[in-house]
């Protein structure tokens, strides 16, 4: 097994109508054994961006450590919270710089930009950005999500459609896959509010 | 080249051997072999694509009623689940059952055979094999396939005239004679629940129960065990099929989620 898959990860981010919503599965494991079924792979920027991170679990945690003191220093220079595609910028340039020691992460950025337009992305473990305008995945269930997503996806759903749409996606994914699933938690962002759900899902 | 397959050999030739397609049928089955300039290493190639994990969960234990035999259902190809609903206990004829563990077209096939050989037992010598005597017919098969890579881990579990038996054998030739096992990558998660839980004075609907909660302890930890929890026991009369569990519900089931209590709890404003 490479080192990406020694954790287990599930990640998918989804694009609605003026929200979006991000999903990510709940295991952590060592190969095969699983050894915490609350762990949280979503983190928040701020109210209106978050950042999931894939793969190995301590670069996962140290990244994000990283990303949050930069966009901290960021605030205090500039006296605002930073655009999603800034952000996705920034993190481009932070893995890129370990272009040959990487991050054995995948992240997935989700946020609401000017005019609280969604905007999602992800990238591989040393920077190269994918934006998209309707769904992003990644983890080690990531062909199934491919395929559920690309099949329940339709534009512009709102945030309760949305809801249910990425988490059927992300249940019927992690159900093909050994190393993610034992529940699920699923922000769903709109301009108004932020929604944290915790998904019932088989637990083996 | 012809490899020596008289294992496989079920009934003796009677017929004697013409050059013509009625000799072709009737000689005893033998495996083609390639013709390839390193037979070696060809050998090791082709073991390491065929040889599959042993991610599985299986178990088996003696008490005083029996024996219970226990399986999950999930099969993985690495990361991949293939399939959530496979046939891990086999049934190799009614008083006695097989577990899967390892390759499943060497489990399946094995067992098969070893019913036949169990069959002709039966009406060669006018009584039921013993389950010692099954166990070391399919030990001395896979012992003579040593080293050429089949994966198979499994559990003969039965009632014959001494009572019950329960016996593991594996692929590398080894058979044990034993009143507990558990064999595949969740056996040892299975072990511990298995091992706390056992007395050998259980009823049978207690021993069932902890064959059960072993299993679905092992799905809930081991990432290649999952799908349904079967759970079969073996009697005096023969085998019976106890339950058929799905082990997302069983986890609800005995972990019910209780809603947390709400200090302020919004509620739709009645309409005037």
Redesign the interface.
Known sequence: ?SIF?YN?SALVAMVGKNCFAIASDRRL?V????IATDFQRISKIHDKLFIGLAGLATDAQTLFQRLVFRHKLYQLREERDMKPETFASLVSAILYEKRFGPYFTQPVIAGLGDDDKPFICTMDAIGAKELAKDFVVAG?ASESLYGACEAMFKPDMEAEELFETISQALLSSV?????SGWGGHVYVVTPTEVKERIL????? | MKLDTSGLESFPSLISHGNDVAGEISAPPSFELPNSNDFDSFLKEAIQMVKPAKGTTTLAFIFKDGVMVAADSRASMGGYISSQSVKKIIEINPYMLGTMAGGAADCQFWHRNLGIKCRLHELANKRRISVTGASKLLANILYSYRGMGLSVGTMIAGWDETGPGLYYVDSEGGRLKGTRFSVGSGSPYAYGVLDSGYKYDMSIEEASELARRAIYHATFRDGASGGVASVYYVGPTGWKKLSGDDVGELHYHYNPVTPSTVEHEMVEAAAP
């Open positions: 097994m898959e287990g494991g190969q095969l054994q699983t080690t159900d093909r896959d050994c190393l019932k899902g088989r637990m083996d």
